[in-house]
């Protein structure tokens, strides 16, 4: 009878050890290629900043349930808070070109306004009044900030005025960009007749119906008519100020049909804001007012009857309607030496 000799006892046969040594290898590289996100695993809201070193390790994305609207906001960086609340057709993301420079000395917010951006559910207005108490909700409410300087672009500065107006107590400065203030200096019929937009994006139905299926081509030829000597301003440019991926960003976010509606909303709006901005108290807080290149004086006339203590108010040179892509560092310097008081 043949025997088969055993190894010595605390050897492994060959076979055994490759075996072994392979199944380490398949383990390695498993959970390797586990812990190695993919697109897939990249939330929609952080494609966009996923790869930017200046957010990394700063800046974080935060979600807050505020009366069933789950709000969206951006935050990072120390010192006295300030909030930035954007405009149409933007998103929180209109603000990053500035926003590493403020978060050096400042705390900063960066806000998607109730159902735009990546905030989700339907606010009950999207008046200017009724989106300010949201975003003070957020900021006060569920953040404790009490002592914000408030920041407003576009549609987004009547809701920045509405918050100071309404909470002047949690209210330490407003800075307003860029938007005639609808009110006792312009009535909403008036309002309309400023740009063939306006009156289009206050129709019902209509808009969307145009607009849905071709988002992306509509902000994309939409953003050079108001920069800086674009048609908008009397001129010929067709230059626009963004980038392919800030477009495809702002395309992402609006092409979802609840945000193209609530983005067209912030227009059919106008005759409340009206009424809302007539009755609202003086803003008192110090103020910031900076415009695009030549609309400083139209633009202050529809501000000074609500706003009584401005203590800094320019144009932008070389800038269109869209102050922060087309000039930030003349923006980043006027804002910090507003905001350092």
């Known amino acids: 009878m043949t025997t088969t000799a055993r190894p010595p006892k605390g050897r492994i046969r060959p076979t055994t050890r490759t075996a072994a040594l392979v199944l380490t290898i398949l383990l390695t590289i498993g959970t390797a290629a586990c812990s190695t996100p993919t697109a897939d695993d990249i939330p929609p809201h952080a494609v966009a900043t996923q790869n930017d070193p200046a957010f990394r390790g700063t800046f974080r994305h935060e979600f807050a349930e505020v009366d069933g609207v789950r709000m969206h906001y951006v935050t990072g960086g120390s010192g006295t808070p300030v909030v930035l609340i954007h405009g149409w057709p933007q998103t929180w993301y209109g ?17 998607d306004l109730p159902g735009l951006g990546d905030s989700t559910g339907r606010p009950t207005g999207y008046d200017k009044a009724t989106l300010a108490r949201y975003v003070h909700t957020l900021i006060a409410d569920r953040l404790g900030v009490r002592d914000a300087a408030v920041v407003g672009h576009d549609l987004g500065a009547a809701v920045a005025f509405q918050y100071a107006s309404q909470f002047p107590d949690d209210t330490a400065r407003l800075a307003y960009f860029d938007l005639p203030l609808p009110g006792p200096g312009i009535d909403a019929a008036t309002y309309r007749t400023l740009s063939w937009h306006i009156a289009f994006h206050s129709q019902r139905q209509v808009p969307e119906a145009v607009v849905s299926d071709d988002v992306r081509d509509y902000l994309a030829l939409f953003y050079p008519q108001v920069s800086f000597d674009g048609t908008a301003f009397g001129g010929t440019s067709d230059r626009s100020p963004f980038t392919d991926t800030e477009i495809d960003e702002y395309a992402r976010t609006y092409s979802r049909p609840a945000a193209l509606s609530g983005g067209f909303e912030l227009y059919r709006a106008l005759d409340k804001d009206v009424r809302d901005t007539v009755a609202a108290a003086p803003v008192q807080a110090p103020t910031l007012l900076l415009t695009a290149q030549g609309q400083l004086d139209a633009v202050q006339a529809t501000v000074t009857p609500r706003m009584t203590n401005i203590v800094r108010a320019v144009d932008v040179p070389h800038a269109g309607h869209w102050l922060v892509e087309e000039n930030p560092e003349f923006v980043t310097t006027e804002l910090m030496r507003f905001l350092e008081g």
């Open 95 to 111: 603000w990053w070109p500035i926003m590493p420079a403020l978060a050096e000395h400042h705390t900063v917010y960066a806000v």
